[in-house]
């Protein structure tokens, strides 16, 4: 089969890998049918992921429909078309037990990371009864690639952490596909203000019609007294980072409201600095989270619903051999205008 394989920082090739078998009982073997490129394959790209290692098949997202299944998988079988997971879940540790599939002892963000992921024409999946969700043809295959990780990833570490409720003023900082994931899923709590903060206008004009009250252009370095400003210098009551770097970090602390959360998404590579000297009496709350995909039931059934319509981030489409091109075009964003790139088989 052909598959994207990462060789080192900045090397990746289109190229003929070994079709996958199954391995363990509980694996199943999936047919891609579609596949996207999320930020942090870019982040691999650039060598900043040491788990990856030279010969990996990228990608943790897609749809497919089921090959083989494993003598021990009993909730899906050939011919069943599927959403995989970003996260592996054994479905047994204690974690999974607990809900926190991302630090799963036996799986977790595995797939395109330390095993052989969604960027080919067939991928094993590990724990297949627990990492895959029967989806239906109802709905355009594009709305369910985008369960795989971003709306989950929006939902539970942005909304679910920074604990949007009806009324609230919210900040998201950074409107790339997981900002405009936050922005889409905190719209099920109907928040007063939204106000989306990035240095990109074709991106905040995105976050406009996908419903932010309010944007902001941070560039200019005010955004912190912009956000004062535009709330009577109370600040927000969610502050949601997107985007991984210590100036966006910033931002949140320093519009945070008394008794408001800082809830961190982005994969961060640089240390902050904890602003405790000002936070200490504010009563805030700070919260990180790997994505734990346990939201996926309930966003599969919004999506299905119609009321959820996640196939407005897909902004370019190829096919499945040109994923070379498409890597070049998700890696210039900003120049593209791109938001989610879509792969079909
Ligand atoms: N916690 C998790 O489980 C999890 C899961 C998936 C992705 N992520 C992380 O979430 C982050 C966002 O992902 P994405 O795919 O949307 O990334 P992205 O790179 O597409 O978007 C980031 C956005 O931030 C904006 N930005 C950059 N610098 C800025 C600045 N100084 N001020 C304001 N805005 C700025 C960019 O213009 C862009 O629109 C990444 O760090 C990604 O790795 C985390
Ligand atoms: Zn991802
Ligand atoms: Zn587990």
Same mark, same amino acid.
């Given at each position: 089969?052909?598959?994207?394989?990462?060789?080192?920082?900045?090397?990746?090739?289109?190229?003929?890998?070994?079709?996958?078998?199954?391995?363990?009982?509980?694996?199943?073997?999936?047919?891609?049918?579609?596949?996207?490129?999320?930020?942090?394959?870019?982040?691999?790209?650039?060598?900043?992921?040491?788990? !990856?290692?030279?010969?990996?098949?990228? %990608?943790?997202?897609?749809?497919?429909? +089921?090959?083989?299944?494993?003598?021990?998988?009993?909730?899906?079988?050939?011919?069943?078309?599927?959403?995989?997971?970003?996260?592996?879940?054994?479905?047994?540790?204690?974690?999974?037990?607990? $809900?926190?599939?991302?630090?799963?002892? /036996? %799986?977790?963000?595995?797939? $395109?990371?330390?095993?052989?992921?969604?960027?080919?024409?067939?991928?094993?999946?590990?724990?297949?009864?627990?990492?895959?969700?029967?989806?239906?043809?109802?709905? /355009?295959?594009?709305?369910?690639?985008?369960?795989?990780?971003?709306?989950?990833?929006?939902?539970?570490?942005?909304? @679910? /952490? $920074?604990? +949007?409720?009806?009324?609230?003023?919210?900040?998201?900082?950074?409107?790339?596909?997981?900002?405009?994931? !936050?922005?889409?899923?905190? =719209?099920?709590?109907?928040?007063?203000?939204?106000?989306?903060?990035?240095?990109?206008?074709?991106?905040?004009?995105?976050?406009?019609?996908?419903?932010?009250?309010?944007?902001?252009?941070?560039?200019?370095?005010?955004?912190?007294?912009?956000?004062?400003?535009?709330?009577?210098?109370? %600040?927000?009551?969610?502050?949601?980072?997107?985007?991984?770097?210590?100036?966006?970090?910033?931002?949140?602390?320093?519009? !945070?409201?008394?008794?408001?959360?800082?809830?961190?998404?982005? +994969?961060?590579?640089?240390?902050?600095?904890?602003?405790?000297?000002?936070?200490?009496?504010?009563?805030?709350?700070?919260?990180?989270? @790997?994505?734990?995909?346990?939201?996926?039931?309930?966003?599969?059934?919004?999506?299905?619903?119609?009321? @959820?319509?996640?196939? =407005?981030?897909?902004?370019?489409?190829?096919?499945?051999?040109?994923?070379?091109?498409?890597?070049?075009?998700?890696?210039?964003?900003?120049?593209?205008?791109?938001?989610?790139? !879509?792969?079909?088989?």
């Amino acid at each position: 089969m052909k598959a994207l394989v990462y060789h080192g920082a900045g090397k990746r090739a289109w190229e003929e890998k070994p079709k996958p078998i199954i391995k363990a009982p509980t694996d199943a073997i999936i047919k891609i049918s579609k596949t996207t490129i999320c930020g942090t394959d870019l982040h691999i790209m650039k060598g900043d992921v040491a788990t !990856v290692t030279d010969g990996r098949i990228l %990608g943790h997202e897609g749809v497919g429909i +089921v090959e083989t299944i494993g003598e021990g998988v009993s909730s899906f079988h050939a011919g069943d078309k599927v959403l995989i997971s970003c996260i592996t879940a054994c479905g047994k540790c204690d974690y999974c037990k607990k $809900g926190m599939y991302s630090h799963c002892e /036996n %799986g977790g963000w595995i797939l $395109g990371n330390m095993i052989d992921g969604t960027q080919a024409e067939y991928v094993r999946i590990p724990f297949a009864d627990t990492s895959l969700y029967h989806i239906s043809d109802a709905i /355009n295959d594009e709305a369910w690639v985008m369960l795989s990780d971003i709306l989950p990833t929006g939902f539970e570490c942005g909304v @679910l /952490n $920074g604990q +949007v409720k009806p009324g609230d003023t919210i900040a998201i900082v950074g409107a790339g596909p997981i900002g405009l994931a !936050v922005l889409l899923t905190a =719209q099920f709590y109907s928040p007063a203000e939204i106000i989306m903060i990035d240095v990109d206008d074709n991106r905040l004009e995105v976050a406009k019609k996908f419903g932010a009250t309010k944007v902001l252009n941070s560039s200019d370095g005010k955004a912190v007294e912009n956000v004062m400003k535009m709330t009577n210098k109370k %600040g927000v009551d969610a502050a949601i980072e997107a985007v991984g770097i210590p100036a966006t970090f910033d931002i949140c602390q320093g519009i !945070v409201g008394a008794g408001g959360h800082i809830a961190n998404i982005g +994969v961060h590579g640089k240390s902050v600095n904890l602003h405790l000297e000002t936070l200490w009496s504010q009563n805030i709350t700070l919260t990180t989270r @790997l994505v734990d995909t346990v939201s996926t039931p309930m966003l599969l059934k919004v999506v299905q619903s119609g009321k @959820l319509q996640p196939q =407005q981030l897909v902004t370019h489409r190829f096919k499945l051999d040109q994923i070379m091109k498409a890597y070049d075009t998700f890696g210039n964003a900003a120049k593209e205008r791109a938001l989610k790139v !879509v792969l079909t088989a």
